[in-house]
Each structure stands twice: as C-alpha cells, then as structure tokens.
C-alpha cells in the first residue's frame, strides 16, 4: 500500500508540474542563411527605386537587379537618363562599373567596395547584395523580442581573423521568418557608423520581403537613401549572358 501511495503521488506530481520551457536557441548562423536565402533565392529579379535625400535636395533613380547563387549580381540604373546605363557586376570576389559616358569598364579594388555609389548612402556591397556577412564574420546570438506573432532575434557579427572587411562590428536583427529587419555598422573603434532600417514588409514575388530599407548615416540629420522593391521574382532561370563584362558594357537585356 506505501508503494501505492508513493507511485499516485509521484504520477500526481509530474502532471501537475509545469512543462520544462524550451531553451534551445536558434542558430545564428542559419538565421542569417535565412535571410539573405529570402533576400536573393537561388536566382531573383527586381525593380527598384533609390531615393538619395540630403538636408537641401532629393533625388530618385530607377533601376533593376539581378542576382544568381551567392555570388553574382548585376545592377543597372535605368532613370532618370543622366544615370541610366550606370552599372555594376560582382562575380565571385570580384567587381565592376560600367560608366556609360566614358564606355569604360573598371574593375574595383576591394578597399571600394564599401564606399558610396552614386552619391547615396549604400555601398556598392549593398547593391550588389554581397554574401560577406554570411562568410567573412563570425556570428553570436544576443537576444530576442517579440513583435506581433514574430520573435526578432539579435545577433552581432564580429570579423573573422584576417578578414578583408571595413566594419569593426554589425549587429543584425532577423525576423524568424527570415526577414532582415535591421543592420548597425560600426568603425573599427567599436563606434556606430550608420544604420539600415526595413521600415515595410509586405508580400512581393510570392513571399513577405523587406520591400522598404532605408539607410542612416549616424549623426548626420536630414540625410539618408532609401531603397524601394516595386517588383521582385525569384527562382527564375537566367540567361548565361547575364553576368558577363560584354552584358556589362552591352546589355541584352
């Protein structure tokens, strides 16, 4: 009767005991995996326009996007017609701009990479949707916060050892549904340098996506360049012409 009574109390507390909360983390690695996966696919296509906004002018620049496997992009502005024909295409670790005025190729160094293009506050990396983040930067998880029904999580991205990369540190926030909710670059003093914000999410191309981004130079008020996706497909075949230096400089498409 006492083993009874001790197996009724010990199946008594086990099923009124709360269920053990599940602590596991997410990898931050497959977060960011995740995200630039939802960002480029294996191949996308996008329509876009850049808004440049400093304290006494704006202007906007129309332009189309094209991206394949981790590694290629193409960029080319198509309005207004002072800019159209700018273009820039990263293959590999490597990169070019087409400047129609001239007709001239030039190939960029790494140490441009990060630097403005066109006069607006993204980097040619950014454009291009360079993969760096993913293979240049170890990765630790920092923390997390709801929004909605979502869990936003926090992660800083530290360069590997040796790393050709500019930024001392990025912090990144990733929906957990993949989508790239911010990112904070900082100087190699640990200082905050600018700041990308997805200010909308919506569905484009069959999938929620940060169709609104927008870029912040710290401490500077009253400029920043916003980035607008007004169409996007993804997982599409792309022509093998696509990503070369003679589409570059001569666009079929």
Same mark, same amino acid.
């Given at each position: 009767?006492?083993?009874?009574?001790?197996?009724?109390?010990?199946?008594?507390?086990?099923?009124?005991?709360?269920?053990?909360?599940?602590?596991?983390? =997410?990898?931050?690695?497959?977060?960011?995996?995740?995200?630039?996966?939802?960002?480029?696919?294996?191949?996308?296509?996008?329509?876009?326009?850049?808004?440049?906004?400093?304290?006494?002018?704006?202007?906007?620049?129309?332009?189309?996007?094209?991206?394949?496997?981790?590694?290629?992009?193409?960029?080319?502005?198509?309005?207004?017609?002072?800019?159209?024909?700018?273009?820039?295409?990263?293959?590999?670790?490597?990169?070019?701009?087409?400047?129609?005025?001239?007709?001239?190729?030039?190939?960029?160094?790494?140490?441009?990479?990060?630097?403005?293009?066109?006069?607006?506050?993204?980097?040619?990396?950014?454009?291009?949707?360079?993969?760096?983040?993913?293979?240049?930067?170890?990765?630790?998880?920092?923390?997390?916060?709801?929004?909605?029904?979502?869990?936003?999580?926090?992660?800083?991205?530290?360069?590997?050892?040796?790393?050709?990369?500019?930024?001392?540190?990025?912090?990144?926030?990733?929906?957990?549904?993949?989508?790239?909710?911010?990112?904070?670059?900082?100087?190699?003093?640990?200082?905050?340098?600018?700041?990308?914000?997805?200010?909308?999410?919506?569905?484009?191309?069959?999938?929620?996506?940060?169709?609104?981004?927008?870029?912040? =130079?710290?401490?500077?008020?009253?400029?920043?360049?916003?980035?607008?996706?007004?169409?996007?497909?993804?997982?599409?075949?792309?022509?093998?012409?696509?990503?070369?230096?003679?589409?570059?400089?001569?666009?079929?498409?």
């Amino acid at each position: 009767m006492i083993r009874k009574a001790v197996f009724v109390l010990l199946v008594a507390a086990a099923m009124t005991a709360p269920a053990a909360a599940d602590t596991t983390a =997410p990898d931050p690695d497959a977060l960011l995996r995740a995200a630039f996966d939802n960002w480029r696919a294996d191949s996308s296509q996008t329509d876009m326009t850049m808004t440049v906004h400093r304290p006494d002018w704006e202007r906007s620049m129309e332009m189309k996007t094209w991206t394949q496997g981790d590694d290629d992009a193409l960029v080319r502005f198509t309005a207004p017609a002072k800019d159209a024909g700018n273009a820039t295409l990263k293959k590999g670790d490597e990169t070019w701009v087409f400047n129609p005025k001239l007709n001239q190729v030039i190939k960029l160094p790494a140490s441009m990479l990060a630097q403005s293009w066109m006069g607006s506050d993204f980097s040619y990396n950014d454009l291009s949707k360079a993969n760096d983040l993913l293979t240049k930067y170890t990765h630790k998880l920092t923390g997390s916060t709801k929004d909605g029904p979502h869990t936003v999580y926090s992660i800083d991205a530290t360069p590997k050892p040796g790393a050709p990369v500019v930024w001392g540190k990025r912090t990144v926030r990733v929906r957990d549904d993949g989508i790239m909710l911010g990112e904070t670059y900082y100087d190699q003093d640990m200082k905050p340098v600018r700041v990308m914000t997805t200010e909308k999410v919506s569905t484009v191309g069959g999938r929620d996506y940060p169709v609104v981004m927008t870029m912040r =130079p710290e401490n500077q008020d009253g400029k920043w360049t916003r980035i607008e996706t007004k169409t996007a497909t993804f997982n599409g075949s792309m022509p093998g012409y696509l990503f070369t230096l003679s589409n570059l400089q001569n666009p079929r498409n």
